[in-house]
């Protein structure tokens, strides 16, 4: 039924002026806004889109919605922290993230940070991005 449609992902923020300028000018994604509908469109590399969408009751999501997978981590990171991107920490047993907010060793290569509007994005080390 839906093996030949192109499918989309969205989610909500708090903001969408803050978004676009997060998204655009922070993260280097290519944004578009239709002037009829309020919703932010995320052009990802490769024809893939994300729409956001601006909800008066915005609640952050509670999980990874975005993950960019990247080749070198490391360099990622310290770039969106020049940028004045926050990392999350974690330290849980088998959950811990180094003095780098990266977790290494136990799974993917992986550092989350979020959004403006709190929501939870990650790069991933990959070969594959």
Known sequence: MFGQTKAFSGYSVDDLQKARQFYGEILGIEVSQQQEMPVLHLNIHGGYQVILYEKPNHEPAT???????????????KTLKSKGVTFESYDWPGFKTDPDNIMRGNGPTIAWFTDPAGNILSVIESENN
């Open 63 to 77: 999980f990874t919605v975005l993950n960019f997978p990247v080749k070198n981590i490391g360099e990622v990171v």
